[in-house]
């Protein structure tokens, strides 16, 4: 079992703040991915990582940003904050371990824009 | 591309009763599949996997056998507590490039004493 941890896991802010979403890993694994949950429950990838300086967009287009400057460490930054924002905020990490590819979650970080 | 369809939820059982959530999916490659359950206010876990066909996952009294031919992973429960309320994702992993997850869209399972 991976363990993986976001913080914070609860945060309101008030629109046009910075923020920082933290997520580390200790399993050393390579990949890492950050989800976005919608209140309907549906999960939609945002960002995700194939080792340190590698950055890819997901599916869903977000005004975040990333960074993987660190195995352990996959920040997500949103610049400006807005209420379009609130969201279910997910990370989560894989070994590269071809076809048995397991992604392991985080507790995830509860966003709510003022 | 790929995709995974989930049986539409909620889903309401008393105690005991017996639990079927379908999962049917569509992959170009040979993928592995995956149920992952989140319990309110947490994030994924993963619940059991199988990454062939005719293999069965199972995990906490819950089953999942890949079927190929009809291209399913449907999760089973023979007597469901309270506990096991819920929601739950299939999802399955392809053996292209990206080796990303895709999810179906999740069932709420809520279990009555």
């Known amino acids: 079992e991976a363990d993986i941890y976001q913080t914070p896991r609860y945060l309101v802010i008030g629109t046009g703040k910075k923020i920082t979403l933290e997520c580390s890993q200790t399993?050393?694994?390579?990949?890492m991915y950050w989800y976005q949950q919608d209140p309907g429950m549906e999960l939609h990838l945002i960002h995700y990582?194939?080792?340190?300086?590698?950055?890819e967009k997901g599916d869903l287009s977000s005004e975040s940003t990333v960074s993987r400057i660190r195995t352990e460490h996959f920040p997500l930054t949103l610049e400006s904050a807005r209420p379009s924002h609130t969201s279910q905020y997910l990370c989560?990490?894989?070994?590269?371990?071809?076809?048995?590819?397991?992604?392991?979650f985080g507790p995830g970080t509860r966003l709510t824009v003022l | 591309g790929n995709s995974v369809t989930q049986m539409e939820g909620p889903v309401t059982l008393s105690e005991e009763a017996f639990l079927t959530i379908n999962c049917t999916y569509t992959a170009t490659g040979y993928p592995s599949l995956f149920w992952y359950v989140q319990y309110p206010g947490e994030g994924l876990q993963l619940l059991l996997k199988?990454?062939?066909?005719?293999d069965k996952g199972s995990n906490k009294g819950f089953e999942a056998t890949y079927r190929k031919e009809t291209t399913s992973f449907h999760l089973e429960k023979g007597s469901v507590q309270v506990s096991d309320s819920a929601v739950y994702f299939c999802?399955?992993?392809?053996?292209?490039?990206?080796?990303?997850?895709?999810f179906g869209s999740g069932t709420q399972l809520t279990v009555l004493p």
């Open positions: 999802a399955l992993s392809d053996s292209g490039s990206a080796r990303q997850l895709t």
């Open positions: 990582s194939y080792g340190v300086n590698s950055t």
């Open positions: 199988a990454t062939k066909a005719d």
């Open positions: 989560a990490s894989s070994e590269y371990a071809g076809s048995r590819d397991t992604q392991y």
């Open positions: 399993m050393g694994h390579d990949k």
